[in-house]
């Protein structure tokens, strides 16, 4: 017979994401926000990176919200709200879903205590 337990973490985590892109004059620009984004355990992550990973659809898979976020903008230059076509648009920023990916899995694994 096999015993069922609760987990005592919360289901969802917040990610920071901190991310340099150069801009038009090649100066490099920090960026940081913060993706929310569902928890998933360790079999999970072993069967995602198992199979044929794909950063940006796991990120659009598990992100369901942002704060800060400043790099998808509506045409009045206000950051734009979260919706999947503005997170579309954001993981599609070269390089910008390998980055949040390994925020993710800082963010949402258990880590040692210093």
Known sequence: MTKKYKIAVSNTVPV????TIADEHGKLVNHKFTLICERR?????TAV????????DFMKEVTTGWEGQRLVLEEDGT??????DAL???LNIG???MVAFI???KDSAAQAKN
Do not use: Q
Not at 16 to 19: E, G, S, T
Not at 49 to 56: H, I, T
Not at 79 to 84: D, K, R, S, T
């Open 41 to 45: 355990d360790a079999e999970a992550m």
């Open 49 to 56: 990176v198992a199979g044929s990973f794909n950063a940006r």
């Open 79 to 84: 950051p734009a709200a979260f919706e999947p």
């Open 16 to 19: 920071i994401v901190k991310a």
């Open 103 to 105: 925020a993710y899995g």
């Open 88 to 90: 579309e648009a954001l």
């Open 95 to 97: 390089g910008l879903a």
